[in-house]
């Protein structure tokens, strides 16, 4: 158990709904909706993420936009799930900007990402622990330390297990697909009692039998994840395992152009229009446009409810 935060009896997701636009590059509310009824209702998501994970493209936004998408997330869930808010931002200032208006109005956790120096160079592990006693100091919400080496930065096994023992970080969200990585995490981080631990949807099934406390992942891949972690809590191995095999294409096939690409494209498809991915970067092709289709036609994947 994780000193300050409530126990988690079971695994869980943590989902954020994919941003859709309209076509002068605003947020389309109206889709926006769908996609978090398909998060809450067809997923059955634990916690709903507002703009806190790249595949949002939440980073395209100026800030009055990215507060607004916050705001109506927390609308559009209405009471629903609980609300993991993102606040990163290279100035811890701006990102405690965000952490005020999450704890206003209500938010579970605020998502971190580790962050990189924009000065230059690799930041510290002081560095990085600085960053988050800064925001820590302006909220009293429970921090989640989000990796993702690229547009975050690259924090070695030790750094990581240095700043989840920090007094406000009580969740770890790992995006690395290294399981001889995660699997140390775990055992120095959710097993040591600093902090509960989540992991990809790739490695999801391995790393609930190592006692990860979860997943966190865009729809309609939540969709599946649900479902794993219901057999895998049912002590069905053998359907976990076949569900889980599922992931093992979806969306490796197609992550050559972009998770948030591949995503939009099969919730599309799943009858919850999202939209193309923010330019200058195209939607899928009509070729793979019907790969995929072909392929969610024999998943598990279902229509959402509302395109029944």
């Keep these: 158990m994780v000193a300050g935060v409530p126990p988690i009896d079971r695994p869980v997701t943590i989902v954020p709904p994919l941003t859709p636009f309209t076509d002068d590059l605003k947020v389309n509310f109206d889709q926006l909706r769908g996609v978090i009824d398909y998060v809450v209702d067809d997923s059955n998501a ?19 936009a990215r507060m607004e998408l916050v705001a109506k997330t927390f609308e559009f869930v209405d ?6 808010v993102g606040v990163t931002h290279p100035s811890f200032r701006e990102a405690i900007k965000i952490a005020n208006l999450a704890e206003k109005l209500g938010a579970t956790c605020l998502q971190v990402l580790a962050p990189l120096r924009p000065i230059g160079g690799p930041a510290s592990t002081a560095d990085v622990v600085r960053y988050f006693e800064l925001i820590a100091r302006e909220t009293s919400l429970p921090l989640m330390l989000y990796l993702n080496p690229g547009p975050g930065g690259d924090l070695s096994p030790a750094a990581t297990v240095e700043v989840s023992r920090l007094d406000r970080v009580k969740y770890v969200k790992e ?4 399981l001889s990585r995660v699997s140390r995490l775990i055992v120095e981080i959710e097993h040591a009692g600093h902090a509960h631990y989540f992991t990809t949807m790739q490695m999801l099934l391995a790393t609930l039998m190592l006692g990860c406390k979860g997943v966190t992942l865009p729809p309609p891949a939540s969709f599946i994840a649900n479902k ?8 069905d191995y053998k359907e976990a395992a076949r569900l889980q095999l ?19 494209a099969a919730m599309t498809k799943l009858g919850v229009p999202c939209g193309a991915p923010f330019p200058p970067y195209p939607p899928l092709s009509d070729d793979r446009l019907a790969q995929v289709e072909a392929f969610l036609a024999i998943s598990d994947f279902k229509p959402a409810k509302s395109a029944i």
Aim: avoid cysteine; charged fraction near 15%; proline fraction near 4%.
């Design 228 to 235: 794993i972690i219901s057999a895998f809590v049912a002590g």
């Design 175 to 178: 995006s690395s697909r290294d």
């Design 79 to 84: 009471g629903r799930a609980p609300i993991v």
């Design 46 to 64: 634990t916690m709903v993420v507002a703009a806190g994970v790249e595949a949002q493209e939440y980073q395209y936004l100026d800030m009055s």
């Design 246 to 264: 599922q992931f093992a294409l979806f969306p490796a096939r197609w992550m050559d152009a972009g998770l948030a690409t591949v995503m939009k």
